[in-house]
């Protein structure tokens, strides 16, 4: 039931920009976490950003932190992913990945904690 649909992935030169969306269906973004991961070919799928409390809480990984910003709009039940300052070791699959009920000890940077993943969009990053 709970759906996540990614969009906005393309390719960008060394240094622009770049915006994701994930649209959720199934249940409300106010409530519970979506994190974000990603992926790239032969290596492990790396966490870099959760975002909770309705989107007042926001947790990022040293390798995104100041480049990378989080948000939501719960009147869309959308998040976004804005990416500034895009290297080339940010080329990979993108991934949202939603945690709908809370209990016990947020485990946020491990993707078997989440329960409903979107399809991922792929971003790469030239010169």
């Known amino acids: 039931q709970v759906q996540l649909v990614e969009s906005g992935g393309g390719s960008v030169q060394a240094g622009g920009s770049l915006r994701i969306s994930c649209a959720a269906s199934?249940?409300?973004?106010?409530?519970?976490?979506v994190g974000w991961f990603r992926q790239a070919p032969g290596k492990e799928r790396e966490w870099f950003a959760t975002?909770?409390?309705?989107?007042?809480?926001?947790r990022y990984a040293d390798s995104v932190k100041g480049r990378f910003t989080v948000s939501q709009d719960n009147a869309k039940n959308t998040l976004y992913l804005q990416m500034d300052s895009l290297q080339h070791a940010d080329t990979a699959m993108y991934y949202c990945?939603?945690?709908?009920?809370?209990?016990?000890?947020?485990?946020?940077?491990?993707?078997?904690?989440?329960?409903?993943w979107g399809q991922g969009t792929q971003v790469t990053v030239y010169a």
């Open positions: 990945a939603a945690k709908t009920v809370c209990e016990g000890w947020p485990r946020w940077a491990e993707p078997g904690w989440y329960g409903a």
């Open positions: 199934g249940y409300s973004i106010s409530s519970g976490y």
């Open positions: 975002i909770y409390r309705g989107g007042a809480g926001t």
